[in-house]
């Protein structure tokens, strides 16, 4: 070396693409972005609560699967949140970004108390219930398919429009609470008679909704990978060129996309109406339509995956509930515990995708001279 | 030869995921001296320079310039050591001027003293003999005097070390020469200019020195005096490679397809198709030369459905029937119901041929998935078609389902081109099938055109280099502004004259030289 080299403007790290790590490395890799969170969030807890980390985790597994009762209403709410997710899925995956899920689900509930409350006295359960799940169905498409004609015809921005059809759906609901409550003016409605709930199995009333959602699950993964309609979703997802290209109708594929999936949502309200609540407010959805679009992306589109990250999701919801209250700390604290485990996630992403390279060690700057 | 250095790499490396895009590289730019970096596509170029000009940051290795190591982790940093790049896509604002583009975003006082800067880049101009108007608006520019704009800013902040980037990928012959002419005033000056480059005649034409790189290695360099295109593309594909493109005498030709007068206003009112009327024959291939941007992409989409015309009509004679169908305004899936078997090569592969996430196997169905009344998808067929392309064209890829948006430039044409020709067409439009493509690739693709002329297709092949368009071309039809300037017969016709009809328009308010 004739020149005296200099290294030491070099920036500290930087930052180089790899080959995705594939398998059950990336999921080593999540696993431990798990890990690392409940580290965080234990050194957190202990510095804000002066509780034990431990205790604290002890009571978050005990709450989501301490008793049989809780693991079914954790599974519940896994069916719930995976039934909305499969719903917003096609759409995200045609780059048509639903984020009014919340709103179709909702309608969709307020159908099935509506076909209970005024068809109950003339129809027998029998019938009545596809009456409900029918009704459901098309109230959720119709919010579906609103947004999507305006998107498909006119170019209108979709994001906005179905989250201002949310806020239409829940006023919708606040309107008729208020309306049809007893006792009047309480905005809480009656539950629908119990003739018209979904039928339990076994001795387990979330029995029915869980199975359902499961082959809804199947059914899903198959319509996406195997259908042609599936197909045409992915094509325009990916790019809209290639789609007029071939020869697909976009506008008809975007407005069709976006009734499946307004009618799924409606699907889980009639599930959560009929199934679970049996009577439906504004808060019925409860954020789940949000919630959803993570659970969507997190498993990459994939309906099995969203298994998995919806039962976290909701896993990590239903501790939560209990840290609260066993340790009488306010909802807060749970929430930024499940924010700190689900903000490490998805930065594990990053690591999978990326290596980060610091600056060479001083050993290796020694031999150079 | 007491030549100073103006910057020497050492041992450069850099790497995207397990691929290595430059492997230790080390090379020398002197002062005054215009230096080729030749190399095919995918070879690391591009990386090197951004390298030195600070997009990228080297993953190990050294920049010395003037004895001292150099870090360059910005385009601010390349300043700092003069060195400015001019990169293949301008990057200019389009409603400001000239001049105001070259000002743009340097320190100084708060006041903004314009015509002291204008004054300041008129003598630039003069200096290395540039024209241009420098109170042009960009937008109102031609893609020739963007590129002066582009390297006029770059001298303005001081550069010593200029790098172009493949400058002469969207210039006309004689803008090229005009080009050339400026880059050697300013090496006289003392200033070293890097070329990026992969056309031979212009590294042998323009510079002193050439140094090529295959495959991200650093091959060696050569005085440009003692070496000939043969060594060159020796040393740049490593093997001996022919370069001649066997033509064959168009044999039994009819009219297949008929353009009468068609014309297109796009949404700001701009006519980009003026009357253009010519005839496509079977067995026959026809050129269509021009800058970038004249009409090219709007005529082929034209032809396929994809684009509403304003006027005139698209006939096709059938050759089986011997109907003849009018395809003007008529949806792709329309045209492929009338039973026209229409094969069309866009120029955005990955964004409109191909869809980029998918697998080979997936990519081969877009054109065939409708197929049958099922709801469900068929992949037996569209996978055995993909395995025969791979196998027949020498696609590199790992397997058949491996997404196409990982694969070379070269394999992804490979892959397209492959579909298009599979559905036996009687009309293939392929446009800028080569670009970006090495030189076997390239070649495997005129062959592939060439068989598919000897059977009886018509062929419209739209391409960017002139001497491959006289060899491989029946006729070639000139496209200006929009507008037909000639259609020239491949076999008597020269480089000059096509360059000329390329930027002679019929409206006159052009360059008429």
Redesign the interface.
């Known amino acids: 070396m004739k020149a005296k080299i200099k290294s030491n403007h070099e920036p500290l790290i930087h930052i180089a693409k790899k080959t995705p790590v594939q398998g059950w490395r990336a999921m080593l890799v999540r696993a431990g972005a798990i890990v690392a969170a409940l580290l965080v969030c234990g050194i957190l807890t202990v510095f804000l609560t002066d509780l034990n980390p431990i205790s604290v985790y002890s009571s978050l597994i005990v709450g989501a699967i301490g008793t049989p009762r809780r693991i079914w209403v954790l599974l519940h709410d896994l069916a719930i949140l995976l039934c909305i997710s499969l719903a917003v899925t096609p759409a995200f995956k045609m780059k048509f970004w639903n984020i009014g899920a919340e709103g179709q689900a909702l309608v969709g509930g307020l159908a099935t108390a509506a076909c209970a409350m005024f068809l109950g006295n003339s129809l027998p359960p029998h019938f009545l219930i596809p009456v409900m799940l029918i009704a459901s169905i098309v109230a959720g498409a119709i919010w579906g398919l609103i947004p999507s004609i305006f998107k498909a015809l006119w170019g209108t921005n979709e994001t906005l429009f179905t989250l201002m059809m949310n806020y239409i759906a829940i006023q919708l609901v606040s309107y008729f609470c208020f309306v049809f409550s007893v006792p009047k003016g309480s905005g809480r409605l009656e539950p629908i008679n119990e003739k018209f709930w979904l039928p339990v199995i076994g001795d387990n009333d979330y029995l029915f909704n869980i199975l359902f959602v499961l082959v809804l699950t199947v059914v899903m993964y198959i319509y996406l990978k195997y259908s042609k309609q599936g197909y045409e979703i992915s094509v325009v997802g990916e790019s809209v060129n290639t789609a007029t290209y071939i020869g697909i109708n976009v506008k008809k594929v975007i407005i069709r996309t976006m009734v499946i999936s307004g009618a799924i949502c409606g699907i889980a309200g009639f599930l959560l109406v009929a199934g679970a609540n049996h009577t439906v407010a504004d808060n019925t959805i409860g954020g789940r339509g949000f919630t959803a679009i993570m659970v969507s992306w997190l498993a990459k589109f994939n309906p099995f995956s969203m298994i998995l990250t919806s039962l976290l999701i909701a896993f990590l919801d239903r501790g939560a509930i209990e840290i609260a209250t066993q340790h009488k700390l306010n909802d807060s604290f749970s929430e930024i515990i499940t924010g700190i485990i689900i903000f490490f996630i998805i930065g594990s992403e990053f690591f999978i995708n990326y290596s980060v390279k610091f600056r060479k060690s001083e050993k290796k700057e020694a031999k150079n001279k | 030869m007491n030549r100073q250095v103006a910057i020497e790499l050492k041992n450069i490396s850099k790497?995207?995921?397990?691929v290595y895009a430059n492997k230790d590289i080390s090379m020398c730019v002197y002062q005054g001296e215009i230096l080729s970096i030749l190399g095919e596509n995918g070879s690391g170029k591009t990386t090197l320079m951004n390298m030195i000009s600070g997009i990228y940051?080297p993953?190990?290795g050294?920049i010395?310039i003037d004895?001292?190591?150099a870090?360059i982790?910005s385009p601010k940093d390349a300043f700092k050591y003069n060195i400015g790049m001019i990169h293949q896509h301008f990057k200019l604002v389009d409603v400001f001027s000239a001049v105001e583009n070259i000002i743009l975003g340097l320190s100084g006082s708060s006041i903004l003293n314009m015509a002291a800067a204008t004054k300041k880049v008129k003598e630039i101009c003069d200096k290395y003999g540039f024209v241009v108007d420098l109170n042009k608006k960009i937008y109102e520019m031609s893609v020739s005097e963007k590129q002066t704009v582009e390297i006029i800013k770059v001298i303005y902040r001081g550069a010593n070390i200029l790098i172009l980037d493949e400058p002469t990928a969207v210039l006309t012959p004689q803008e090229t020469q005009k080009l050339f002419s400026i880059l050697r005033k300013m090496r006289d000056d003392g200033k070293s200019i890097v070329i990026i480059t992969h056309k031979l005649h212009e590294v042998l034409s323009l510079s002193d020195r050439v140094a090529v790189l295959r495959k991200g290695e650093y091959i060696g360099d050569v005085e440009t005096k003692q070496t000939n295109e043969a060594q060159l593309t020796e040393m740049m594909v490593g093997k001996k490679v022919e370069l001649n493109i066997e033509r064959s005498e168009p044999v039994n030709t009819v009219e297949r397809l008929e353009v009468k007068g068609i014309s297109c206003i796009n949404r700001d009112g701009i006519k980009i198709l003026d009357n253009i009327s010519f005839v496509a024959n079977s067995g026959e291939i026809l050129g269509i030369a021009g800058i970038a941007g004249s009409g090219q992409r709007e005529l082929l989409e034209s032809i396929?459905g994809?684009q509403k015309l304003n006027g005139g009509e698209i006939l096709y004679h059938d050759p089986k029937t011997g109907f003849t169908e009018n395809l003007r305004d008529k949806?792709?899936?329309r045209i492929?119901e009338l039973g026209v078997r229409l094969s069309?090569v866009?120029e955005?592969r990955l964004?409109?041929?191909?869809?980029?996430?998918?697998d080979i196997v997936?990519n081969m169905?877009?054109?065939s998935?409708?197929k049958g009344k099922?709801?469900?998808?068929e992949r037996k067929q569209p996978k055995n078609l993909a395995l025969k392309i791979i196998n027949d064209l020498e696609v590199v890829t790992p397997n058949e389902n491996t997404p196409v948006r990982r694969l070379s430039g070269g394999n992804v044409q490979k892959v397209l081109v492959g579909r298009e020709i599979a559905s036996n067409p009687t009309v293939l439009m392929a446009a800028y099938p080569v670009r970006g493509l090495d030189i076997n690739s390239s070649h495997l693709i005129y062959n592939l055109l060439n068989k598919q002329k000897e059977n009886g297709v018509a062929v419209i092949f739209v391409g960017e280099d002139l001497d491959v368009l006289i060899d491989l071309c029946d006729r070639i039809l000139v496209i200006c502004a929009g507008g037909i300037s000639g259609i020239v017969d491949a076999r008597s016709t020269t480089k000059e004259e096509i360059g000329l009809l390329m930027t002679k328009t019929n409206r006159g308010d052009a360059n008429e030289s």
Do not use: C, W
Request: net charge negative; proline share 5%.
């Open positions: 790497s995207f995921g397990s940051y993953d190990s050294h010395i004895g001292e190591e870090v982790s396929a994809l949806s792709p899936v492929k069309f866009p955005d964004g409109m041929g191909l869809v980029g996430n998918m997936d169905m877009l054109r998935y409708k099922s709801f469900f998808l």
